[in-house]
């Protein structure tokens, strides 16, 4: 059983601030690379933020200095601390392995940003 369950979306403001949190089952948090993925709607689901088995990040430019990720890897969990929020961040966020699992995909969480 392939285990992927986001949570801790919601409705924010512009400049707020949201932290999500990802189980993830073992089948695909023993791979190396962790990640956040979003999806807007009408538009392709993009990598947002990685994290490796060291601890070494990623992040895409438009969330860089905003958006912090990290790994519990005791409880198979993949956090994601949103800072500074933009209605351009308005998505579905989702968490998978880097590259994603052949690919799949949970339900995600969504996030709104209001402006």
């Known amino acids: 059983q392939v285990q992927l369950v986001e949570s801790g979306g919601g409705l924010v403001q512009a400049g707020e601030s949201l932290r999500l949190s990802c189980a993830a089952g073992?089948?695909?948090?023993?791979?190396?690379?962790m990640a956040w993925y979003r999806r807007a709607p009408g538009e392709q689901r993009e990598l947002v933020a990685a994290?490796?088995?060291?601890?070494?990040?990623d992040y895409a430019d438009s969330v860089k200095g905003r958006f912090t990720i990290s790994r519990d890897n005791t409880k198979n969990m993949v956090y994601l601390q949103m800072d500074s929020l933009k209605p351009e961040d308005t998505a579905v966020y989702y968490c998978?392995?880097?590259?994603?699992?052949?690919?799949?995909w949970g339900q995600g969480t969504q996030v709104t940003v209001s402006s």
């Open positions: 998978n392995s880097k590259p994603p699992y052949r690919p799949y």
């Open positions: 073992r089948t695909i948090f023993s791979r190396n690379i």
């Open positions: 994290i490796d088995n060291g601890g070494r990040t």
